[in-house]
């Protein structure tokens, strides 16, 4: 079993920046990150693909960017120009390999594999 493990989180004032982290035990066909915020649905952030492919929903475009390290293990999201409404709890997901095709990276049932999550809280 694919174990993901959450860091980075914390508090920062808008416009302040921070780093998520996500360890994984083994490696993923496609990694993202979603966000919940209190009384919401969870929603995809951002994704990367094997072939390190990104996807980002348009309310963080321009503002995070997803990463790997080389050995695809270690997922980053580097959050940028941080706004109250990313105030959420994050998770780290992934996609073990699976014959079936990948339609959405954006989409919590394209994921198998989920963290703990790690909060964000931005403050006006």
């Known amino acids: 079993q694919v174990r993901l493990v959450e860091s980075g989180g914390g508090s920062v004032e808008a416009g302040g920046s921070l780093r998520l982290s996500c360890a994984a035990s083994?490696?993923?066909?496609?990694m993202g990150w979603f966000r919940q915020a209190p009384g919401k649905e969870r929603e995809g952030v951002a994704a990367i693909r094997s072939d390190r492919t990104t996807f980002y929903s348009d309310s963080v475009k321009g503002r995070f960017t997803i990463s790997q390290d080389v050995a695809k293990t270690t997922l980053y999201l580097q959050m940028n120009s941080l706004k109250p409404e990313d105030t959420a709890m994050y998770y780290c997901a992934g996609r073990p390999p699976t014959k079936d095709l990948l339609f959405n990276p954006l989409k919590e049932y394209e994921y198998k594999v989920w963290g703990q999550g790690t909060q964000v809280t931005v403050s006006s």
């Open positions: 083994a490696w993923n066909t496609c």
